[in-house]
């Protein structure tokens, strides 16, 4: 009978993103207790195509509602351990782990870099109409890799990232499995003025 045991992906990006909001002052407003780290299955295993993304549980300034289509909607809610969460941040197994280590952690600090400098369960809006990348993803990236470089010059532990230096399938064979979340994109939910969410 094996006696591995499977990777716990969720649990290892977690200890990860904690780090760096710990280490870093642009990212220091993140309370990764109320950001679930989930995992999801990519549809097709090629390089190309969506790496992970950040799910905000709030609307704009951290409303819990907001009106489309001229009607009120709210979102639904996500716990974990009883604590409700404000975010869902999704990688996308196997494609996320079969790219470069540099590539990998630009991934990472892109994405947390997307919560909300306020953490109330909006996106961070950035000025101009490209309020998500501002006016171009290429110099955000650029500025993702100044934050990961700056990050790896504090020398964090190198159990907190070693992970990102393997592809999925050496993971894999070397635990027997890659486990973690697996959380369905919460749903919009129209209400009325009678109800409250």
Request: one cysteine or more; glycine letters at 4%; charged letters at 25%.
């Amino acid at each position: 009978m094996s006696t591995k045991k499977p990777f716990n992906f969720s649990h290892a990006m977690f200890d990860l993103c904690r780090d760096i909001a710990q280490r870093m002052p642009e990212f220091q407003h993140i309370d990764m207790d109320r950001v679930a780290v989930a995992f999801a299955q990519a549809r097709r295993n090629v390089p190309y195509g969506m790496q992970a993304k950040l799910t905000p549980l709030r609307f704009e300034k951290g409303a819990l509602h907001t009106t489309r289509y001229g009607r009120k909607w709210t979102a639904q809610r996500v716990y974990q351990d009883q604590e409700e969460m404000l975010y869902i941040l999704t990688f996308y197994l196997p494609r996320f782990l079969n790219h470069s280590f540099q590539e990998k952690l630009i991934t990472v600090v892109h994405e947390l870099y997307h919560i909300s400098p306020a953490f109330d369960g909006d996106i961070r809006r950035l000025e101009g109409h490209y309020h998500v990348h501002s006016h171009s993803q290429k110099e955000y990236d650029e500025q993702m890799a100044v934050f990961v470089d700056q990050y790896l010059k504090q020398k964090p532990p190198a159990e907190l990232f070693s992970f990102l230096k393997c592809r999925f399938s050496t993971l894999q064979k070397r635990h027997g499995g890659v486990v973690g979340l697996q959380i369905p994109i919460p749903k919009l939910i129209p209400i009325d003025d009678s109800q409250t969410a």
